[in-house]
């Protein structure tokens, strides 16, 4: 719980509190913040250890050490954490790693929209790698597509579905 963590990593908003004062949730500021990317490698080398993908996944390939992926993706795992106040990932994208991924619901409810990678083209795609979509979440979480306004969205498949913690 005295762990410094950062929130809003990577945006302007990026502020460092410990890890159990954003858990506790009872500051107002924290509430509004999201907790996400951390390593467990890096933030909690004990647990980690422990670890593992379910058997179902098969082999992992990011423990490959012919690729040459730095040795803390060898037994990749992240921590994304958010209240309910907050949205948490909020911006279309596709993984950076392009990996398979396992989500993991613990508390609440999560809802995801996907779309086939067959459809990047038409999700106005940017940034170096084209990994982003100009396509506001906002819109996408309102259900606001719009023919007129984004054309190419009828060539598009969305699956929508939703986790919820037992």
């Not at 490959?64 to 921590?79: N, R, S, V």
């Not at 990932?89 to 996907?114: E, N, W």
């Not at 990047?120 to 259900?143: A, C, K, Q, W």
Request: glycine share 10%.
């Amino acid at each position: 719980g005295h762990k410094p963590v950062p929130l809003d990593l990577g945006t302007p908003s990026e502020k460092v509190v410990r890890f159990g004062d954003f858990l506790e949730g009872s500051d107002p500021d924290l509430v509004h913040r999201y907790c996400r990317s951390l390593h467990t490698f890096d933030w909690f080398p004990k647990e980690n250890r422990t670890l593992s993908l379910p058997g179902v996944f098969g082999h992992n390939y990011l423990a490959a050490t012919d690729k040459g992926y730095p040795g803390g993706w060898h037994k990749w795992f992240e921590l994304f954490i958010n209240s309910r106040e907050c949205q948490g990932f909020p911006f279309l994208h596709v993984d950076m790693c392009a990996t398979h991924a396992y989500s993991l619901q613990v508390q609440g409810i999560k809802r995801f929209h996907l779309f086939p990678p067959s459809d990047s083209e038409f999700l106005y795609p940017y940034g170096n790698m084209g990994t982003r979509s100009f396509i506001d979440h906002n819109d996408i979480v309102g259900g606001f597509f719009s023919a007129l306004i984004i054309p190419v969205l009828p060539h598009v498949s969305l699956i929508t579905f939703t986790m919820q913690a037992q």
